[in-house]
């Protein structure tokens, strides 16, 4: 589908998760910031890619032995495996950390296949090690216990919700240092685009403001005066 050619992310790449969540609010749409979860470490570049879920539910014991993973088709190892790449795996772990939704060694296996990025809103163990891959990964915090002592894969590449926000597959995420936006896939395409045209606008706010303006007129821009100037000033910066 359109929203997802390499140039729509590229923008994407370039905007922050806060310019998006003003854009989406513009259009209505409030809820789109996965809440609760950080970065397992700062500053690793903004991840953007289409969502591939993973569903959890609450474990039952006598489903959910050591033994499962024996399994060739465990839910959570088949995603692991069919994650597209270029894509981000996100986990509806019910926003309960107190078990791990994956470790270090399923996270490695999805950045060496290519993925673009890992998140959940549980918890990861060996999240010291996870934080020093190089694919961007969020949690709520880091949590021992394997996934099984809570959590039950019960489906793949479903709707799901994720830290109170509806996650539908295909939809695209992007995650920076402020936390993860969700972004519908059908309007992917000019979200991007204004968010470009946002960020530019905000970097000639930023230049004034640096320089002693003040922001009444500028920030929002309602200033005539103003405008001019900011058409001048984009018009060299193209």
């Not at 790449?85 to 950390?97: N, Q, T």
């Amino acid at each position: 589908m359109e929203y997802t050619k390499n140039s729509t992310k590229e923008k994407l790449r370039k905007v922050s998760t806060a310019t998006i969540a003003t854009c989406l609010f513009k259009k209505g749409l409030k809820k789109q910031f996965i809440q609760d979860i950080k970065p397992l470490k700062l500053g690793k570049p903004t991840m953007v890619g289409e969502a591939y879920t993973l569903r959890y539910i609450p474990a039952r014991e006598d489903l959910n032995s050591i033994e499962v993973f024996k399994d060739p088709k465990h839910l959570q190892r088949v995603a692991v495996e069919e994650c597209p790449k270029g894509a981000i795996l996100v986990i509806d772990s019910r926003k309960d950390a107190r078990a791990a939704s994956a470790g270090s060694i399923l996270v490695t296996r999805l950045m060496v296949r290519g993925v673009s990025g890992i998140v959940t809103d549980g918890g990861f163990r060996d999240s010291a090690e996870i934080a020093e891959l190089n694919i961007p990964s969020y949690h709520n915090r880091p949590s021992a216990p394997t996934n099984l002592t809570l959590h039950q894969a019960i489906a793949i590449n479903e709707p799901i919700g994720c830290g109170d926000v509806a996650v539908f597959p295909g939809d695209i995420l992007v995650g920076d240092d402020d936390g993860v936006m969700v972004i519908p896939a059908g309007i992917a395409d000019e979200v991007a685009d204004e968010c470009l045209q946002m960020t530019l606008f905000e970097e000639f706010v930023m230049e004034n403001v640096q320089n002693g303006r003040s922001i009444i007129g500028l920030y929002p821009l309602v200033d005539e005066k103003i405008k001019k100037e900011y058409e001048g000033w984009r018009a060299n910066k193209n």
